[in-house]
Nanobody, 128 residues
Framework: QVQPVESGGGLVQAGGSLRLSCAASGRTFSSYNMGWFRQAPGKEREFVAALTGTWSGDNTNYADSVKGRFTISRDNAKNTVPLQMNSLKPEDTAVYYC???????????????????WGQGTQVTVSS
């Protein structure tokens, strides 16, 4: 079992950058698929980025809206999953959640319903 805890949110101007971090406890952290999702006011939760467990290659997947701007990675030594966000836009404003799932592989990697453990979220606000 892992418990994700997000940090690094804040207020930034359009075009700027932020780096979110997800710290997850658990001895088997490297085997978990990890994902970032976001939810803006009045909107449904949506997929941002995810990567598979290390044993399956740390393969990544991104939502089209963030591809080329955001980068997800994993540091197994620190049990963290950073999300580097560049060229931020006002439409990136949302609460960002980190999630983990025990089921590995690429199956429905962007489906938030397949994730078992969630953090409390961190607010990201991008001003125009």
């Amino acid at each position: 079992q892992v418990q994700p805890v997000e940090s690094g949110g804040g207020l930034v101007q359009a075009g700027g950058s932020l780096r979110l971090s997800c710290a997850a406890s658990g001895r088997t952290f490297s085997s978990y698929n990890m994902g970032w999702f976001r939810q803006a006011p009045g909107k449904e939760r949506e997929f941002v980025a995810a990567l598979t467990g290390t044993w399956s290659g740390d393969n990544t997947n991104y939502a089209d809206s963030v591809k080329g701007r955001f980068t997800i990675s994993r540091d197994n030594a620190k049990n963290t999953v950073p999300l580097q966000m560049n060229s931020l836009k006002p439409e990136d404003t949302a609460v960002y959640y980190c999630a983990a799932r025990a089921r590995g592989g690429y199956w429905r990697l962007g489906d938030w319903g397949t994730y078992d453990y969630w953090g409390q979220g961190t607010q990201v606000t991008v001003s125009s």
